[in-house]
T-cell receptor, first 112, second 113 residues
């Protein structure tokens, strides 16, 4: 059984640029959530996708957007990057209605 | 929304010591409760879970019991090892609607030989 995978592992961008992060969900999991984890903090919920539609969102501005594809993989897009966007971005997949989520290893984004 | 309060770290223990990490939560409805662990430089791993009151979750020698009356989910282990050094997150999920897990700031555990 393949777990959650994310790419790239690390990324360096400059302020104002745009970035796309990718996630492949665990086999059979059709719900994908994204979290942002700043250094020394707990993860913060960004949004969740189910059946290719966003069905829940945390307190993040619209420049954070996402997509889910028919194979349940997902992208997180961040426009107009700010220095405070530097963080570990975690993707988690789960079955619908299941409270347990499996997390990927994360993408470390650094904004200079 | 949900919130979590965990004991502040770092918690430093000698190998084979008893571990307790306290966790209390506020939530509406009947959340499921989780403990996640994050090893240095890695993502989150689900350590254990409990989905209803009085359930006990257990894994790898760790245990936690869902106490609805005290809204607590304390993590315990009888004998810690150096390999248990990590950051531990207590996390309730919301009940109903979409599944969202709320994390606190975590408790860092350091186990010394």
């Amino acid at each position: 059984e393949t777990g959650v995978t994310q790419s790239p592992t690390h990324l360096i961008k400059t302020r104002g640029q745009q970035v796309t992060l990718r996630c492949s969900s665990q086999s059979g999991h059709n719900t994908v959530s994204w979290y942002q984890q700043a250094l020394g903090q707990g993860p913060q919920f960004i949004f969740q996708y189910y059946r290719e539609e966003e069905n829940g969102r945390g307190n993040f501005p619209p420049r954070f957007s996402g997509l889910q594809f028919p194979n349940y993989s997902s992208e997180l897009n961040v426009n107009a990057l700010e220095l405070d966007d530097s963080a570990l971005y975690l993707c988690a997949s789960s079955l619908p209605g299941s409270p347990a989520a499996n997390f990927g290893p994360g993408t470390r984004l650094t904004v200079l | 929304g949900n919130s979590v309060t965990q004991m502040e770290g770092p918690v430093t223990l000698s190998e084979e010591a008893f571990l307790t990490i306290n966790c209390t939560y506020t939530a509406t409805g009947y959340p499921s409760l989780f403990w996640y662990v994050q090893y240095p430089g890695e993502g989150l791993q689900l350590l254990l879970k409990a989905t209803k009151a009085d359930d006990k979750g257990s894994n790898k020698g760790f245990e936690a019991t869902y106490r609805k009356e005290t809204t607590s989910f304390h993590l315990e282990k009888g004998s810690v090892q150096v390999s248990d050094s990590a950051v531990y997150f207590c996390a309730p999920s919301n009940s109903g609607g979409y599944q969202k897990v709320t994390f606190g700031t975590g408790t860092k555990l350091q186990v010394i030989p």
